[in-house]
């Protein structure tokens, strides 16, 4: 079945950086855009980053856009969040997934990869 696996969370000072990993398997990987998620406390689970199935477009949210980006490498079936700049409101627990074409429904999310921005 379809499964993503997050990796690369931590704690980070206000401007530091990260790069996330997500392995995705159960499903023809190189066939799909595949997202970043997030979600903070108390708050709903936002898409954050967006690349087509072969890497050739992204588009981010307008909180995000500038200092996060997103790749692919369809020969590892694995995509990447690299984040800079971060800001302690970047604080939250990520997940990649599928297009959001599929639904929130479609897939069973992976356990995320935290990430802890604060000084």
């Known amino acids: 079945q379809v499964q993503f696996v997050e990796s690369g969370g931590g704690l980070v000072q206000p401007g530091g950086s990260l790069r996330l990993s997500c392995a995705a398997s159960g499903f023809l990987f190189s066939n799909y855009a595949m997202s970043w998620y997030r979600q903070a406390p108390g708050r709903e689970r936002e898409l954050a980053a967006v690349i087509t199935s072969n890497g050739g477009q992204t588009n981010y949210a307008d909180s995000v856009r500038g200092r996060f980006t997103i790749s692919r490498d369809n020969a590892k079936n694995t995509v990447y969040l690299e984040m800079n700049s971060l800001k302690p409101e970047d604080t939250a627990v990520y997940y990649c997934?599928?297009?959001?074409?599929?639904?929130?429904?479609?897939?069973?999310w992976g356990q995320g990869t935290q990430v802890t921005v604060s000084s």
């Open positions: 997934y599928g297009p959001p074409t599929w639904g929130k429904e479609y897939a069973t």
